[in-house]
């Protein structure tokens, strides 16, 4: 089954404490991207990837770190989370191009106190 | 610079009635449109695409969506609304490099 895998799904944890969400697809997808969402404010881009080895910033860069090593995983990284960084993150895949659906991940909900 | 404007934050309809959900674009070049659909503790479902061609599309669960190049809009529609379409609903604008989504809307039914 084609899918965008995130985990954890959810995870409560203290300013400082350095964290990776996980994220995998197995679409051969060479797009990449993560997104959080925020009452009012919808969908924002955090970082994308256009596939190995590249990454680019999104709207909301700051505190954010990602990595494309392999074509399948695309981690987001927190090396010191704040508690503005409380949010749902969603992670995408797509084949390459402006006409192609992108796969959404079931979300990682992120609490950080 | 490519944008996505939503107007309505939150609709109400009763089960049985008609739904017309917004969606208005900003993109110079011929535009790629999708609308998603978030349930409750959901990750996005995609709902219907427009690339080209015939203007009303047809998506899954009933929807559709008329692209109007004049009005720059995309709206979404549906003639009989069920209580489980209850959820948020982005509209999105595809490019080469990035999606652009709206900041949603969220819909009720009430019975």
């Known amino acids: 089954e084609a899918q965008v895998t995130q985990n954890p799904r959810y995870l409560i944890t203290v300013t400082g404490k350095k964290l990776t969400v996980t994220c995998s697809q197995n679409?051969?997808?060479?797009?990449m991207s993560w997104y959080r969402q925020d009452p009012g404010l919808g969908l924002r881009q955090i970082y994308y990837s256009m596939n190995v080895e590249v990454t680019d910033k999104g709207d909301v860069p700051e505190g954010y770190k990602v990595s494309r090593k392999e074509k399948r995983n695309f981690p987001l990284i927190l090396e010191s989370p704040s508690p503005n960084q409380t949010s749902l993150y969603f992670c995408?895949?797509?084949?390459?191009?402006?006409?192609?659906?992108?796969?959404f991940g079931q979300g990682t909900r992120l609490t950080v106190v | 610079a490519q944008s996505v404007t939503q107007p309505d934050i939150h609709i109400t309809v009763s089960e049985g009635a008609s739904l017309e959900l917004r969606c208005n674009y900003s993109y110079g070049a011929t535009p790629y449109l999708f609308w998603y659909v978030q349930s409750p503790g959901q990750g996005l479902q995609l709902l219907l695409k427009y690339f080209s061609g015939d203007t009303l599309v047809q998506g899954i669960k009933g929807f559709e969506a008329e692209f109007k190049r004049s009005q720059s809009s995309f709206n979404l529609r549906k003639p009989s609304v069920h209580w489980s379409d209850a959820a948020e609903y982005f509209c999105?604008?595809?490019?080469?490099?990035?999606?652009?989504f709206g900041t949603g809307t969220s819909l009720t039914v009430i019975p």
């Open positions: 679409m051969n997808h060479e797009y």
């Open positions: 995408a895949s797509r084949r390459q191009g402006g006409n192609t659906e992108a796969f």
């Open positions: 999105a604008v595809g490019t080469g490099n990035q999606f652009y």
